[in-house]
């Protein structure tokens, strides 16, 4: 799969910046170098080199190699990023986007068409394995085949590092990780498997103890006879129960009998008690009538003697006289508003007489009329304009005058008027209580007039009454010789509390018994299911401690497989650097000894270095420069490896600074190893000297906190 393109929207430290890989031929390689205009003694560190292959891997994984959190991708003076890798496997087109923030989310396309999945997950894993990768370890293989850097290659060489961690590192390339996850799995069934044998056969032992037949059999026949006595105390219970009915059915009769012959006794009182109180109440409801006559009389007497005058008239008139009385004094007002114009035109006359005006050119002396006319002064004319205009100010004082005599005088008029009005409604509510007495006088009467009728028939309707209660006690005498033969009630209610008494003994004696049933039928099930749980549960342990112990000779086998292929392929790649030397790789047997057995997962990996005149040291004894050396060889070697397994389908290499931490002689080595290496490679370094050796150069130039290619 080839990488053709890649592009970055508020990614990192970019902006918007695309990157066409398709210009650059496989066979040469590409280098990327930076400038951090933002921090001078930086040189390209920060400048956002590692970014645009970071870019590459979160594009595809959605992770990145450096840590940080999930939104740590986005840049600071944006609020979502946008990361966009185009591939092709030489027949299709794959482009890839994935979103962090606003509308997160991955969408990929094949040759243009959306690639449509139900969550994000389903979409994420199969894009994983329509590149090549499993979606368990996808992201793990990519770093270990596509991606390096200078860490990843003294992970496997560091001089402080020991031999268990070079283990650790192998165990990941081939995938041993797996088989110890699955080894650890095993071991913890297992261990959980014999603690449930051990529960499960202490269970087993516990039933057996509880568990017994004979008790059980007792106990059941016990229950027999008990629901036998059961049955017979329940019969005796309802012929019980059906005699206190009877005898209650006699008890209501007897009741019944002494209510109807009190009652008999009690008639002529209560006929004498009846009258009495209707006597009571017709003389109580006559002396009632004669104050309501009275007050009636009176009031009769007053509405005859009264004037009536209609309240629609008063009202009428009442409102005819406001309304004059409010346009007198409408009038009253503008008369008094003449008069003060009166009194401001005399005055203003009066002050022309006393010093008249001149003409500002002759000096003439001039006046102004009541027009407002110009005209030269004469006094005689002028006085007699005064007295016209006071004789029309007397004329509207004496109009004024008239003006308020009338309105007080409708003033007065509408009062009493008001007077009226008040005394009609008073004759209204006289009225009304004349009709009132007149209904209560009526309804009393007809009250006297019943209770007289009452009285009348209250003979005969007792009379009635006594030959019906005679009839009755006879009836319910009759009914009595029915009941001869019954029992008391009391001896029956005794009789039937006894039983219900034994029949609650009973049941509490069977419920007892059915319960010792119940607990050694549920021992008796309960051992069943344990000793078929034990039988499984054996089989199972069976199964997982064969897994358990085998899962390490698994793994022993899968390194024994891997070493030599390793071998060969790093003493191939060092030859190809011509660095002088060559390896032998074995694993040491620090094997820990567990409960479980031996635990291989703990052994060491060694390496060991010979010149090639054969002498061999330590790999400890070697210099920083060489240590290095040898760990690109490693490195390198393990990626080709993962590419024979076929865990690879990218084909380009991402290296990280690899090449910056090599001296002189591993640097001439470096580039003898990389035209051998397959696919685009792209190389990171801090170096801009090595812009010589590439005849493809991207430069990433960081100012004002956003990179751009150059």
């Known amino acids: 799969m080839k990488l053709l393109q890649v592009s970055l929207e508020d990614f990192g430290s970019y902006h918007s910046e695309t990157v066409d890989f398709s210009q650059f031929d496989e066979d040469e390689p590409v280098l990327i170098i930076g400038d ?5 003694g930086a040189n390209s560190n920060g400048s956002g080199k590692s970014t645009l292959l970071h870019a590459v891997a979160w594009a595809l994984f959605g992770k990145t190699p450096g840590k940080g959190s999930a939104d740590s991708v986005i840049n600071e003076q944006a609020e979502s990023c946008q990361v966009t890798v185009c591939l092709t496997d030489n027949s299709n087109v794959l482009d890839i986007t994935r979103r962090r923030g606003k509308h997160k989310g991955l969408k990929w396309s094949i040759d243009g068409e959306l690639q449509k999945y139900s969550t994000s997950t389903d979409s994420q894993h199969a894009l994983m394995r329509r590149l090549g990768y499993q979606p368990r370890t996808g992201f793990s293989d990519f770093m270990n085949s596509s991606f390096f850097s200078s860490e990843a290659a003294a992970a496997f060489t560091s001089q402080t590092g020991g031999s268990e961690e070079r283990m650790a590192v192998i165990a990941r390339f081939i995938g041993l990780d797996i088989l ?70 006699r008890d209501s009769v007897q009741g019944k009998l002494r209510e109807a012959t009190v009652a008999l006794k009690g008639i002529d009182g209560k006929f004498e008690a009846l009258d009495v109180q209707l006597e009571r109440q017709i003389q109580s409801t006559s002396l009632s009538l004669g104050p309501l006559a009275n007050e009636l009389e009176e009031l009769s007497q007053q509405l005859a003697e009264a004037e009536i005058i209609e309240m629609e008239y008063l009202e009428d008139a009442k409102e005819q006289v406001t309304t004059t009385v409010g346009e007198l004094s409408t009038r009253m007002v503008k008369t008094n508003e003449r008069i003060k114009n009166q009194d401001t035109m005399i005055a203003r006359l009066e002050a022309q007489m006393a010093k008249a005006q001149e003409c500002p050119e002759c000096n003439t002396p001039l006046q102004i009329d009541v027009e407002g ?16 205009e006071t004789e029309v100010r007397g004329q509207l004082q004496e109009r004024l005058a008239g003006l308020r005599e009338t309105r007080d005088e409708l003033r007065e008029g509408r009062e009493e008027i008001e007077a009226q ?66 029992p008391e009630t009391r001896s029956l209610i005794k009789q039937g509390e006894t039983i219900s008494r034994q029949i609650q003994e009973t049941q509490d004696a069977t419920e007892s018994a059915r319960r010792t049933i119940t607990q050694q039928e549920m021992i008796n099930q309960r051992l069943i299911r344990n000793r078929l749980k034990l039988k499984v549960l054996e089989t199972k342990h069976e199964g997982i ?28 790649t060092l030859s190809t650097m011509d660095t002088g030397m060559r390896v032998e790789l074995s694993t040491t047997k620090k094997a820990k000894r567990s409960r479980d057995g031996e635990d291989t997962s703990r052994a060491g990996f060694n390496l060991d270095v010979y010149s090639d005149r ?32 076929g865990t690879n389908a990218l084909r380009f290499l991402m290296i990280d600074e690899l090449v910056d931490s090599l001296d002189e002689l591993g640097i001439e080595a470096f580039f003898r190893l990389l035209p051998t290496l397959s696919g685009l490679k792209l190389v990171i370094s801090h170096d801009p000297a090595l812009a010589s050796r590439f005849n493809n150069v991207i430069r990433v130039v960081k100012q004002d906190g956003l990179t751009t290619i150059a």
């Open 421 to 486: 009005i008040v005394t009609m409604r008073q004759l209204e509510k006289l009225g009304e209580r004349k009709q009132a007495l007149q209904l209560s006088i009526e309804d009393k009467s007809n009250q006297v007039e019943e209770h007289i009728q009452e009285r009348k028939g209250l003979a005969q309707r007792l009379d009635t009454e006594s030959r019906h209660l005679q009839k009755e006690v006879k009836a319910l005498e009759a009914q009595l010789k029915d009941y001869l033969e019954i």
């Open 545 to 572: 401690d064969f897994w358990a112990d085998g899962f390490p000779i698994i793994r022993k086998w899968q390194i024994d497989r891997f070493i030599p292929e390793f071998e060969g392929a790093v003493n191939r």
């Open 180 to 249: 110890d996850k699955a080894k650890d799995l095993a071991r913890g069934h297992r261990s959980e498997t014999r603690g449930e044998l051990k529960a499960v056969r202490e269970a087993v032992t516990s039933s057996v103890d509880e568990y017994d037949a004979d008790l059980l059999n007792s106990v059941r026949d016990q229950v027999e006879i008990a629901n036998e006595a059961l049955r017979n105390l329940r019969e005796n219970q309802s012929q019980t129960s059906e005699a206190l009915h009877v005898g209650r059915k």
């Open 614 to 645: 054969g002498s061999g040291r330590e790999f400890e004894t070697f210099s920083q420069g060489e240590s290095h050396r040898i760990g690109v060889a490693v490195a390198f070697s393990l990626r080709e490896v993962t590419l024979d397994r």
């Open 373 to 388: 006319k110009i005209a030269c002064f004469d006094h005689g004319e002028m006085q007699g304009i005064v007295d016209r």
């Open 36 to 40: 951090n205009k933002d921090s001078s």
